[in-house]
């Protein structure tokens, strides 16, 4: 049974540092692995998706990378803004399984 | 484009009334599912569905019946509720296991 984990829970950075979020999964079997941002009071938005035969994805700002061997996806945000403060989760799933998600990590950028 | 609708955004009960969430999502995706989210416990999937006639239970579906006659609709009928059934349940959609998956905005459930 696939489980995610993402540490640390809260991260607070200065504007305009790069940063990586961290997630961990256990099955190797991955067969994608998303990126998705919360809001307060609102509904997750996919940011990026990695399929297990790919290494990363980008989307401007943001560039999302995946290591089977190890168990780990990185989530890189470039030039933090303000606007980017959200909670930040990743799901995995193993095969035609439903998505199982991480507890997310609170991220507050300080202008 | 609506993507995926969710009513009603609050609901008050009281323990042992039932009701039902409603999920509508007009992307003709084949995969729909219900989380709910509670603090310190992230989001854990309740039933999801693969298509039209066909569904699933998740890592909690105890107290949770769906169906699904149509593509479009996919709602969660809560038998009758308890108070551990207070959090925010969240619908989504997909067009496959591997495709984004698309959430509606919530309905935050208080059931005292």
């Known amino acids: 049974k696939q489980e995610v984990t993402q540490i640390p829970a809260a991260l607070s950075v200065p504007e305009g540092e790069n940063l990586v979020l961290n997630c961990s999964f256990t099955d190797s079997a991955i067969y994608n692995l998303q990126w998705f941002r919360q809001d307060p009071g609102k509904g997750l938005t996919s940011l990026l998706l990695?399929?297990?035969?790919?290494r990363e994805q980008t989307s401007g700002r943001l560039n999302a990378s995946l290591d089977k061997s190890s168990g780990r996806s990185t989530l890189y945000i470039a030039a933090s803004q303000p606007g980017d403060s959200a909670t930040y989760l990743c799901?995995?799933?193993?095969?035609?399984?439903?998505?199982?998600f991480g507890k997310g990590t609170r991220l507050s950028v300080i202008a | 484009n609506a993507g995926v609708t969710q009513t009603p955004k609050f609901q008050v009960l009281k323990t042992g009334q039932s009701m039902t969430l409603q999920c509508a999502q007009d992307m003709n995706h084949e995969y729909m599912s219900w989380y709910r989210q509670d603090p310190g416990m992230g989001l854990r999937l309740i039933h999801y569905s693969v298509g039209a006639g066909i569904t699933d239970q998740g890592e909690v579906p105890n107290g949770y019946n769906v169906s699904r006659s149509t593509t479009e609709d996919f709602p969660l009928r809560l038998l009758s509720a308890a108070p551990s059934q207070t959090s925010v349940y969240f619908c989504?959609?997909?067009?496959?296991?591997?495709?984004?998956?698309?959430f509606g905005n919530g309905t935050r459930l208080t059931v005292t």
């Open positions: 799901a995995a799933n193993s095969g035609n399984t439903p998505l199982v």
């Open positions: 989504a959609s997909s067009a496959s296991y591997n495709s984004p998956l698309h």
């Open positions: 990695i399929q297990s035969s790919q």
